[in-house]
T-cell receptor, first 114, second 115 residues
Framework: DGGITQSPKYLFRKEGQNVTLSCEQN?????MYWYRQDPGQGLRLIYY???????QKGDIAEGYSVSREKKESFPLTVTSAQKNPTAFYLC?????????????FGEGSWLTVV | AQSVAQPEDQVNVAEGNPLTVKCTYS??????LFWYVQYPNRGLQFLLK??????LVKGSYGFEAEFNKSQTSFHLKKPSALVSDSALYFC?????????????FGQGTTLQVKP
């Protein structure tokens, strides 16, 4: 079954902890993205990667880190430096090379600070 | 810098009536425009996109959108709304002059269709 798989669906983080959200795709897409969704603010880009072993900061990268060691995987780590991490996190992917290519999304992960 | 505006936080329509969800954009180069729908606690589902050509784009679930270059708009429409269309709708744009591939989203519009 092709698609983008995010895990876990729900994650609770204690103050001062780092947590990692998983994103795997079997669509053979070159590009992968992480977005954060807060109520009333739409989606904001955290990091994106257009090719393996390379990634760029998006608009709100502070307090987050990523890696792209494999084409199909793009994990996001929310570090303790992220002061307000409670949000819905969406991973996405697309074929690279043309701005008209559609970006497809996973089902999202909820992160809550407790 | 590219941007997208969805001027209405919420749109209310009666089932069977036509619906319109508004979107305007700003880009430096050619716009590549997208509409997505999100149901509660789910990811975004792609509805339709404009790349070039015909200004009226048809998409999934009976939705269509009209590209208007002079008004820099890309409004989402459906001739007859269903209760099941109730969801959060996002307009998004990519700037054709940028090589980053970044997709910029509007704030979202909640569509409420009442029986």
């Amino acid at each position: 079954d092709g698609g983008i798989t995010q895990s876990p669906k729900y994650l609770f983080r204690k103050e001062g902890q780092n947590v990692t959200l998983s994103c795997e795709q079997n669509l053979n897409h070159d590009a992968m993205y992480w977005y954060r969704q807060d109520p009333g603010q739409g989606l904001r880009l955290i990091y994106y990667s257009q090719i393996v072993n390379d990634f760029q900061k998006g608009d709100i990268a502070e307090g987050y880190s990523v890696s792209r060691e494999k084409k199909e995987s793009f994990p996001l780590t929310v570090t303790s430096a992220q002061k307000n991490p409670t949000a819905f996190y969406l991973c996405a992917s697309s074929i690279e090379g043309f701005p008209g290519n559609t970006i497809y999304f996973g089902e999202g992960s909820w992160l809550t600070v407790v | 810098a590219q941007s997208v505006a969805q001027p209405e936080d919420q749109v209310n329509v009666a089932e069977g009536n036509p619906l319109t969800v508004k979107c305007t954009y700003s880009v430096s180069g050619n716009p590549y425009l997208f509409w997505y729908v999100q149901y509660p606690n789910r990811g975004l589902q792609f509805l339709l996109k404009y790349i070039t050509g015909d200004n009226l784009v048809k998409g999934s679930y009976g939705f269509e959108a009209e590209f208007n270059k002079s008004q820099t708009s890309f409004h989402l429409k459906k001739p007859s709304a269903l209760v099941s269309d109730s969801a959060l709708y996002f307009c998004a744009v990519r700037d054709g002059s940028s090589n980053t591939g970044k997709l910029i989203f509007g704030q979202g519009t909640t569509l409420q269709v009442k029986p």
